[in-house]
């Protein structure tokens, strides 16, 4: 037990769960921070294809990425984009590894590409707009699946377990 007056709470003490609750709201989050995932985009991206009918999700070329999405695929370790040559389809993916400082930059251009996408279809194709309210956005500190269609959840599945 410590001498009353001596600055620090008892144990058990309501003063002391509060320090220790303050403890944890500081330093809990960098303790439990998910990491970036050391695998190569190379292993990323054939375990999310492995299984999948790639014809909805043809690669586009830079110029495409850049149109679409605004991104400069130079300027990422790793990055596959596919979209359907089916105007009246939504289905499109795009897998991309980037620094982690990048992170909410890259999701911002997702989140923004869907909403676009949305958009487009309100008019004319309710089933695709559909399609892309169901989008699966996967992000993680250095990587990001997005994908729309009937394989975005099982795609999903296999790039977690590829992580």
Known sequence: MLPPGSGIPAPGSPAWVLTFCAFLCLFAPSVFRERPSDASFDHVFDAVTDTMDMTDY????QSVIRSKLGLDAAQFPGIYYGRTRNAMKAEEMLLIQYDPARKQEVLDVVNQ???R???????????QKARMEQAVISVHPNYLLYITGDQARQAEKRFLEAL
């Open 58 to 61: 043809p690669q586009a070329d």
């Open 113 to 115: 590409r869907i909403q």
């Open 117 to 127: 996408q949305i958009q487009v279809y309100e008019g004319y194709a309710p089933e």
